[in-house]
Each structure stands twice: as C-alpha cells, then as structure tokens.
C-alpha cells in the first residue's frame, strides 16, 4: 500500500503543471511550491534551532496561532517554520510577522519529505488538526523527530476506522502525541490501541478570547452606528443574501447593518448593494459623509471584522446557506451576542453545540430569519439571555493552549 500511495502522490505531482493551467487556485498551488528548497537553503543555517508548525489552511492556521504565539515568547532564539497545503491560507498569511519563514509543503513523496527535513532540520513538528502526510510523517520517525497534533479530531467515517485502513492506522504509529478536541476523537484513537492522547479542546478558543481584551475600538464605526441597534452581518455569500435582504430592507430606522461580504470584488459589492433599499454606504466611499445617515455600511475591505463584531447586538455568520461551509461562529460568540446562521452546518462541531445551548439560531429562509430577527431586535431580555450563553460558550472552552504548550515546552526543553 506503501509503494501504491507513492506511486499516485508522484503521478499526481507530475500532472498538476498541466491542472493548472484550467484553474488559477490550482497554479498558486503549483508556481508557489517551486521555490520552497530554495527558500529553506536560504533561510536555514546548521545552526539554527527550528520550530516547524503546518497548517491545511487558514483555519489550522488560526488555531495554531496561540501555541505558535507561546512558544515564540519561550523560545526566542529559535525560528518558527509555518508552512500550509493551501493556497487559501498561504496567500493570506504569506507575509506574517509571527513566522520566519511561511512557505508551502511539497507533495507528499519520499523525495520530497526527505529534501524538506534535511533543509528545514525541525526540532519538532506539530501538525494542527489534519493532515497525517505518511511520507513526510515517516521521515520525522526516522530521524527521531517528535511529531505532535493539535486541535485534532476524529470522525468514525474516516479511513483510520474502516476495515481496508490499515496503511493509515500504521501512519498514526509515527506520531508521538495527540492533543484532540473532544471525548469522541479521544474515544476513537483509544480504540486503536492508542494511550497517547489528551482531551485538549480547540485552540480557537483561546485564539478569540484575546479579542475582547484587544482595543477593537474604530472610530468610522462608532459614527455610524450612533447608538442605533447594530446587526453585523459578516462573511455573507450570495446565498446569504436571500436570506436577510428581506429584514434588512424592513427593518427600522433604529436599526443599522454592517455588512462584511466575503467576496469583496467590485462586481459583488455592486450586486449587493443594488438589492438593499436602505441609504447604503460602501468603506471604500465613506470619505465626506456624514455615517450616520445611513442604515447599511457594506465593508467592502478586509481586515476589520472581529473588531465590527464588537459593536453587534446580533450577528449573522454566512457560509451555512450554500455549501462552501460555515465561516467563524467563535468570533462573535466571544463578545457574548447572539448568533444566527444558514442551514448546512452538520460538520460544525461548535455551532451544533451552541445551537443546543440556545445560544446559536438556523434558518432556512427569509421568512424563519425574519421572525426571528424581529424576536432578537424587539425582545431585549431574549436577547441578552442569548448572549450571555454565547460568551459563557466560550469562556468554558478555553484552556487548550496552556495544555499543549506545557507538553511542547517540556519536550522541547529535553530534545
């Protein structure tokens, strides 16, 4: 099975230049993995000490984040190696201040793995949350390299679990430790045998609970909002649109929306604010005009959405409507508002957990979202009771950094 995976990984690995051609996200992934040795060579000496944290995307990468955070404050005299499969995530975070060196993982081929830990040479590897690479995992065994995940979990659909896994059950033999998210991974990896692991929690917990002791002040915001009841609609698709437009457009007077689309292109802001009723503006023309006067500010910008989330009463998280997946619910959970959401969020552990608390609404339609908008906008206490579970939602889950770094640091500390 062994020489099998090989043998498509590299055939996969020859086919990609020709892939690429028909699709750009596919060309990213292929042009930014042909400078990685090069990369590696350039910015490692023999003599550095290096941490090497990989990320799927910008997800992991976000969950990653405290830990990496942690154990750059313990370890200042090491470089921190970040590298993502990725475009999604490498594109956005390429130029991050937190890590030395950003770049992509090569393909999965012996060749490979062999080439990238010899250049990187890596103390220690922690892998957040997936991506269990055999080759390069079998390599690290070699060369008695600890290998960590974080923030992992397992479902009972994966290949780990059914009868024709084998091959990857002996991958998770090369892994020195587990840190994963809930009692249902811990119970599954038990299952196989395995006693090194530990019911951490995620990560991403810890990562928004800094938010509320941040300065999320801005001042354009504060100007539009002038005391009005605010509605933070973040991460919308199309398909979200269907949904809230309706409210948004009968809303009251004493109602204002902030808008984080996020397709951000001209083309799609165009669309969306053609729809809306209300006095509309956009970040990039607000120069000159008075906020204030109008009820829907669309930002057409990246970079500002957890701060918005500060000044929300309500949010709406979009992704859930359509299939491209539910964007970050912990983010406006951790101001303590209540949270509502499309309809598609199955393999979204925390939004299924806060919708039993009450503190996470699903609609399915313009008529369910109305409803409950005017229940959330009208009904004070309703309200506030919502929040307060999201905020409790979140300050009950916090921690899982403290446990991974005291294992990390303990390991690190006898390498």
């Given amino acids: 099975m062994s020489i099998l995976y090989s043998f498509f990984i590299s055939l996969f690995n020859l086919g990609l230049p020709i892939i690429g051609l028909f699709s750009p996200k596919l ?48 370890y200042p005299e090491h470089k921190l190696l970040v590298t993502f ?80 896994g084998g091959f990857m059950r002996k991958v998770l033999q090369t892994v020195d430790y587990f840190f994963v998210q809930d009692e249902i991974s811990k119970k599954l990896i038990e299952g196989l045998g395995y006693e090194n692991v530990t019911l951490s929690g995620d990560t991403r917990f810890d990562r928004v609970s800094h938010q509320i002791e941040m300065d999320n002040h801005v001042d354009f915001i504060s100007e539009f909002i002038d005391d009005r009841l605010c509605v933070v609609i973040g991460s919308s698709w199309p398909e979200d649109e269907t949904v809230f437009i309706d409210f948004v457009n009968q809303a009251s007077d004493n109602v204002c929306f902030i808008i984080a689309p996020h397709e951000i292109k001209n083309s799609s802001v165009h669309s969306l604010k053609q729809k809306i009723k209300k006095r509309t503006v956009l970040y990039s023309e607000k120069e000159g005009k008075t906020l204030k006067n109008h009820e829907v500010f669309i930002m057409n910008t990246i970079g500002y959405l957890s701060r918005v989330y500060s000044y929300g009463d309500i949010a709406y998280v979009g992704g859930a409507m359509g299939t491209t997946g539910l964007h970050n619910i912990l983010e406006p959970a951790t101001f303590g508002i209540p949270i509502v959401i499309g309809k598609n969020f ?5 939004a299924k957990q806060l919708q039993k608390l009450a503190g996470l609404f699903s609609v399915s339609s313009s008529e369910e979202f109305l409803q409950l908008m005017n229940k959330l906008v009208n009904d004070k206490k309703f309200r506030e009771k919502t929040g307060m579970i999201t905020g409790h939602f979140i300050n009950s889950n916090t921690g899982a950094t403290g446990l991974i770094n005291k294992y990390l640091i303990h390991k690190i500390n006898n390498l």
């Avoid at 199955?346 to 925390?350: G, L, S």
Wanted: glycine share 4%.
């Fill in 27 to 74: 060309k990213l992934f292929v042009t930014g993995r042909k400078t990685v040795f090069n990369t590696l060579k350039e910015q490692f000496s023999a003599q550095d000490r290096v941490l090497w944290f990989h990320c799927a995307s910008l997800g992991e990468y976000e969950q990653g984040v405290p830990v990496m955070e942690e154990l750059k404050k313990k």
């Fill in 85 to 164: 499969f990725s475009p999604s995530g490498y594109e956005v975070k390429k130029n991050s201040t937190l890590a030395d060196v950003i770049v992509y993982l090569p393909l999965d081929t012996k060749a490979n793995a062999k080439r990238f830990i010899e250049f990187s040479h890596p103390e220690l590897a922690v892998f957040v949350k997936y991506e269990f690479w055999p080759n390069y995992l079998k390599t690290l065994q070699v060369k008695s390299i600890p290998a960590v995940f974080i923030s992992t979990t397992f479902r009972e659909d994966q290949v780990f679990f059914k009868w024709y």
């Fill in 346 to 350: 199955e393999k979204f552990r925390e």
